[in-house]
């Protein structure tokens, strides 16, 4: 079986999105399937496999690329099955049976995705229509987590009875790629971890505020790990914490590994989450995990974390305090969470998107 996954989410970084497209993809051709990864720029890395190719087809704009460019390079090169993997993205004049992933709704489940008027105009439309004609494409429509299935059904009912939930793995082979902390950690003392990326939506600033207010009791330290461009600079000036607020930036896996373990949690303030991988990455690290009650973080997180509003500075400061000072809850919510990384398998994963193709052709 020849299979075409829409890699783009991979090109720059294996995170999220990406890691999900690469390490079904290994997966898959190590039991035997012609995989090809398109691309629209050369990427920065792919997994290495003799079943695994790659295609780089440049397009000017995201749906210029999914509606002109992909049809073209499908319908001449006839795959068994096309896997968009990015949400949307199904061209509309291509027949070639295909399956569609769905991460999130956030620009519809979230009020602040289309917050200028000109983003209103133009972009918030064009979503509507490609969700909506993706979705009709679709043979199957694969979701991260019961929370973007309702959602999904929710907001676009065409897509019920085609929906299955796929959750992803947390047992990855490919490793991500980033910077080596070599300094020892214990420097920072006592430090509680974010990670992920800095957008509105993941409520940085909240969590800067909650652990000043916590820091005026505590000597503690606050890593925060992803790329940082110097957003919050001010804020954690005004708070004079500059000195307790470390931006490491990307890290690679190794010292990611190392960073959780060694954190007294991670603390994930998210106003919506898809799913939520920095989760169930502190819970394989064995660390506790503070993060919201909102979207799928409830169901992702299981039992093994604190479940906050994360809209309340206040109370993502009293979590972080009661997990920092009570050793008795945090042996205990690593211990849930151990168990609960459990339920999440790349094989289980990938022998459920194996038997989906099957069903479809």
């Known amino acids: ?14 995170t999220g999105v990406g890691r ?55 319908n001449k090169e006839k795959p068994d099955i096309y896997h968009a993997t990015w949400n949307f993205g199904l061209p509309v004049f291509s027949n070639i049976p295909s399956v569609l992933t769905v991460h999130d709704v956030i620009p519809k489940a979230w009020g602040g995705y ?13 979503y509507n229509f490609n969700m909506t004609t993706s979705v009709k494409k679709s043979r199957k429509v694969l979701t991260d987590s019961e929370n973007t299935s309702n959602d999904l059904k ?51 600033p909240n969590l800067i505020k909650a652990f000043a207010e916590l820091r005026k009791r505590e000597k503690i330290s606050l890593l925060i790990v992803g790329k940082y461009l110097g957003q919050f600079d001010s804020l954690i000036d005004s708070l004079r914490i500059k000195d307790n607020v470390i931006f490491p930036g ?30 169930l ?11 919201g009650n909102n979207s799928s973080l409830p169901e992702i997180t299981g039992k093994g974390g604190l479940l906050i509003d994360v809209d309340s500075e206040k109370e993502i400061s009293e979590a972080m305090s009661r997990v920092l000072l009570d050793k008795n809850l945090r042996i205990k919510l690593i211990e849930l969470g151990q168990e609960n990384i459990k339920r999440f398998d790349w094989e289980k994963s990938t022998d459920q998107v194996e038997n989906i193709y099957k069903s479809i052709l």
């Open 114 to 126: 289309f917050s200028s008027a000109k983003s209103k105009l133009l972009d918030q439309p064009l």
């Open 154 to 204: 929710k907001y676009f009912p065409k897509s019920a009875g085609k929906t299955e939930v796929c959750y992803p793995g947390i047992n990855h082979k490919i490793k991500v790629c980033g910077k080596k902390i070599n300094q020892d950690l214990e420097k920072f003392g006592p430090y509680f971890v974010y990670l992920g990326g800095i957008d509105p939506r993941k409520n940085i």
């Open 20 to 74: 999900i497209v690469l390490e079904t993809a290994l997966r898959l051709a190590e039991r035997g399937y012609k995989v090809s990864l398109l691309y629209h720029s050369i990427p920065n890395f792919v997994p290495k496999h003799s079943n695994i190719s790659i295609k780089i087809l440049k397009g000017k704009s995201r749906t210029y690329w999914e509606q002109i460019i992909l049809p073209k390079f499908l």
């Open 250 to 279: 990307y890290l690679d896996q190794d010292s990611l590994e190392r960073t959780l373990a060694s954190a007294v949690a991670l603390v994930y303030p998210s106003v919506y989450e898809g799913f939520g991988f920095p989760v």
């Open 281 to 291: 990455e502190a819970q394989k690290a064995g660390t506790a995990v503070i993060t």
């Open 1 to 14: 079986m020849k299979i075409f996954f829409d890699a783009r989410a991979a090109c720059l970084e294996v």
